[in-house]
């Protein structure tokens, strides 16, 4: 039994809070399935990258996600679980229907996704936002996307990089102009 804000928690299986509580958090199979689905539904297709590449960044979206959650708290993990599986199964509760999230052809899922995000019910549109931050974050930073959208991002900081020192070495040649006496430290 856990408390949590208050609340009295009973957490019935036994793997989970050891898992949620682990520095070394990782997803069980099925919960990376589902986060995989939520993942290619949220970024879509891609038909100009190969679909070899899309499965690859899809991997990779999940297994950074697992990362960055590791260094959630454990409730935020517990939570994000949790979410998980209302995404998978709790489509019934709000008439978005009755087949499980992960067994939904890609257009069905997006629609399910829509219809969750327009939700009346907040909780449903809180979860589907922040698991859409996550994926974004995560996927829109792969080197292929980048590369497909044009913006890559290591580019551009090899440009500022270079125009930072270039700056340093202008304003390293212009002579030391004093800090005024009202904006020094006061000794």
């Known amino acids: 039994m856990i408390i949590l804000h208050g609340i009295k928690l009973t957490i019935l299986s036994s793997q989970i809070l050891p898992n949620l509580m682990n520095p070394n958090f990782k997803f069980s199979k099925y919960q990376a399935h589902i986060l995989s689905k939520a993942t290619s539904s949220m970024i879509g297709e891609w038909p100009q990258i190969d679909p070899k590449t899309q499965e ?5 979206t999940v297994m950074s996600i697992e990362t960055q959650l590791r260094h959630f708290p454990w409730e935020h993990r517990l939570s994000f679980v949790f979410g998980l599986y209302f995404l998978e199964l709790g489509g019934f509760l709000g008439a978005w229907g ?18 969750l995000f327009d939700s009346d019910f907040i909780l449903s549109r809180l979860l589907i936002k922040g698991i859409k931050v996550l994926v974004c974050l995560s996927a ?3 080197p292929d996307l980048e590369k497909h959208l044009g913006m890559e991002r290591r580019k551009w900081r090899e440009n500022r990089v270079a125009k930072r020192n270039q700056l340093l070495v202008i304003t390293d040649a212009q002579p030391y102009i004093p800090t005024p006496k009202a904006l020094k430290d006061q000794e």
């Open 98 to 115: 009755l087949l499980p999230f992960s067994l939904l052809k890609p257009k069905q899922a997006e629609r399910r996704l829509k219809a």
């Open 56 to 60: 690859i960044i899809i991997y990779q």
């Open 140 to 142: 829109f930073s792969h």
